[in-house]
């Protein structure tokens, strides 16, 4: 199922697939329920609390993130929900609106399974180029880059040991 | 995240990016550091600082002196964002994936 599986940037998107082995109706409710929400989403080793989830045009998810010894403050706005196939949301209260983008994330039967799309909506091509501008600042680096790399490697390396 | 957006502010300028640059290759006193640079000691300590507040620089006191190290782990956070934001999303995919195998298994051994 390797062709369902893909990564793509076009102009201001950035568009993920994947063909998830369930029926639609499930795979809506672990996206729309808290207590399903938190066994998966946020990044590995967090936990994941919901202050309040109402999955409805204009409302909102509030929820807490806990990890790297801190709590991190979450908001998401749905922005369409037309259940059990499309769900649109934004997350709020970044520092700069230019950087903010929508999500839109959409559930298809496919032979049994369900092919679940998101694309990520930002304000301009130019926006993502300047994120990745940005990270990639690091100058006159090269070597720098390449001793990191294999320090990290090394690091990865003694911590599976562990 | 905010942690996140403070290092793309610290390595943003082109200073602070230079002294990362001599740091990695050994530790510095701030005096050492400052000698690389026209600008004052005042200006590089701030800088300094800036790279202290978000984890890409420590300090370590060695009698008198503090010495500055490179922390590399913080640069991991620091690649092509969109890489990131691709990678980031296929472990989340995973993460669904498994779970929504869990719960199907789950499902049928109640029947």
Redesign the interface.
């Known amino acids: 199922m390797k062709e369902y ?1 893909t ?1 793509k ?1 076009e102009e201001n998107l ?1 568009i ?1 697939t ?1 063909l ?3 029926p639609k109706d ?2 809506w409710e ?1 996206w729309t329920n808290p207590e ?1 929400i938190k ?3 946020g ?2 080793g967090f936990s994941l609390t919901t202050k309040s989830m109402s999955v409805e045009s204009g409302k909102i998810w509030d929820f807490i993130m806990h990890g ?1 010894g801190r709590d ?1 403050d979450n908001k998401i706005e749905y922005v369409e929900v037309k259940k059990p196939s499309l769900l649109t949301y934004k997350h709020t209260g970044a ?1 700069s609106e230019d950087y903010n983008f929508s999500v839109s994330v959409s559930f298809e039967e496919v032979e049994g399974k369900t092919l ?1 799309t ?1 694309k ?1 909506i930002f304000k301009s091509k130019a926006i ?1 180029e300047e ?2 501008r ?8 090269r070597q ?1 880059l390449n ?2 790399e294999n ?2 490697k090394l ?1 990865v390396e003694s911590n599976k040991q562990r | 995240m905010e942690a996140r957006r403070d290092i793309f502010q610290a390595i943003a300028d082109p200073t602070r990016r230079a002294i990362l640059g001599l740091l990695a290759l050994h530790a510095m006193t701030p005096g050492a550091i400052a000698e690389n640079f026209d600008s004052s000691r005042q200006t590089i300590s701030k800088h300094i600082q800036i790279l202290t507040e978000c984890e890409l620089v420590k300090q370590e006191q060695k009698g008198r002196e503090i010495y500055y190290h490179f922390n590399p782990i913080k640069m991991k956070e620091v690649s092509d964002w969109v890489d990131q934001y691709r990678k980031y999303w296929d472990k989340k995919f995973d993460s669904l994936e498994d779970y929504l195998a869990k719960i199907q298994k789950k499902k049928k051994n109640k029947r």
């Open positions: 599986n990564f940037q950035l993920h994947r998830l082995d369930a499930l795979v672990v399903h066994e998966w989403w990044p590995n790297m991190w520092e679940l998101m990520s993502i994120l990745n940005k990270v990639n600042a690091i100058e006159g680096g720098t001793r990191l320090y990290l690091l």
